[in-house]
């Protein structure tokens, strides 16, 4: 079993009820997913994506880090995941609904 298999069967055995992860592109040094699920309608949903960089990073022998997310126009996310010393600074996506206008903001810190 590869390092992404393992840290796949560790998230949806702690969070399969709530979160469904799919690996869409990996590769040494970037690891995009796509997270959808009844995770992506509460405000801890970052947390899910780090949870996530944590179960791989125990496998992958380096700390990874979330360096960017956007939410998809049907609620799901699309997180892209490195190590974390290639992360210079982090992307986040924020998307606001007031009054049936949506506004969509990307902050990075």
Do not use: I, M, P, R
């Given at each position: 079993m590869d390092c992404v298999e393992e840290a796949l069967g560790r998230f949806r055995a702690v969070f399969g009820a709530e979160a469904v992860v799919e690996?869409?592109?990996r590769g040494p040094e970037r690891l995009v997913a796509r997270f959808s699920g009844n995770m992506c309608y509460t405000c801890g949903?970052?947390?899910y994506f780090e949870d996530f960089a944590y179960m791989y990073s125990d496998c992958a022998?380096?700390?990874?880090?979330?360096?960017?997310?956007k939410q998809n126009p049907d609620g799901s996310y699309t997180v892209v995941l490195r190590p974390r010393r290639l992360v210079q600074v982090r992307k986040r996506h924020v998307k606001i609904v007031l009054?049936?206008?949506e506004y969509s903001y990307e902050v990075s810190s």
């Open positions: 690996v869409l592109e949903t970052y947390d022998g380096e700390e990874w880090a979330v360096e960017s997310y009054y049936g206008e």
